[in-house]
């Protein structure tokens, strides 16, 4: 079955230091891969995709993910941190082959940016 | 686009009480899918439903769960009787095909 693991439920950074929130997925096929990120009550907004084009992919507010198939990794990274990005970050797989939006989620990284 | 709407956005009752949670998806999004998200199990799919017709119920804690889709543009999710294990954040998602997109969740307490 198809899963997601993100390593480390909090990572804390720096203002101004790099972000690196880890993402590994498990399948058989290379699915499509997305990270979200949730702000404090509020639902979860997609940060970028990738969806078999190119596999470094830029999102919204700086953030890029690379897609690395030899490692089956989706690691989220910006090069420098801003107050502003401490939120909960989710990675999610879902299937290439399903006609559904149907996601797997990862539990969750909380990122915590001290200034 | 005013996104996947959710009502209520906070909801507190009484143990053994309905509650009813409603979504409006995406005008045009084939795809509507019931998440909760709690400290303990972080985000579980209860329901998922394509083009107004259930396909997965299987995270569906127990039969006091319900979810229907009368019609393209509005599902609800009930709960009877809510017990205080219910407590949680009812996020409602919609696409078609792929990325979904999120509500702003129903905070329920069930006291």
């Known amino acids: 079955a198809q899963s997601v693991t993100q390593l480390g439920s909090h990572v804390s950074v720096s203002e101004g230091a790099l972000v690196l929130l880890r993402c590994n997925y498990s399948?058989?096929?290379?699915?499509?891969l997305f990270w979200y990120v949730q702000y404090p009550n509020q639902g979860l907004q997609l940060l970028l995709k990738y969806t078999s084009a190119a596999t470094l992919v830029k999102g919204i507010n700086g953030f890029e993910a690379e897609f690395k198939k030899s490692e089956t990794s989706f690691h989220l990274t910006k090069p420098s941190a801003h107050m502003s990005d401490a939120a909960e970050y989710f990675c999610a797989a879902k299937s290439s082959s399903s006609n559904t939006g149907k996601l797997i989620f990862g539990q969750g990284t909380t990122l915590q940016v001290k200034p | 686009d005013a996104g996947v709407i959710q009502s209520p956005r906070h909801e507190v009752t009484e143990m053994g009480q309905e509650v009813t949670l409603r979504c409006k998806p995406i005008s045009g999004h084939n795809s509507l899918f019931w998440y909760r998200q709690t400290m303990m199990r972080g985000l579980e799919l209860l329901i998922y439903f394509n083009n107004n017709v259930p396909i997965d119920d299987s995270g569906m804690p127990e039969d006091r769960f319900s979810a229907k889709m009368p019609n393209a543009s509005f599902s609800t999710l009930k709960i009877q009787p809510s017990e205080p294990r219910d407590s949680a954040v009812y996020f409602c998602?919609?696409?078609?095909?792929?990325?979904?997109?999120f509500g702003n969740g129903t905070r329920l307490t069930v006291t």
């Open positions: 399948s058989s096929v290379p699915p499509y």
């Open positions: 998602a919609s696409g078609i095909n792929s990325p979904l997109h």
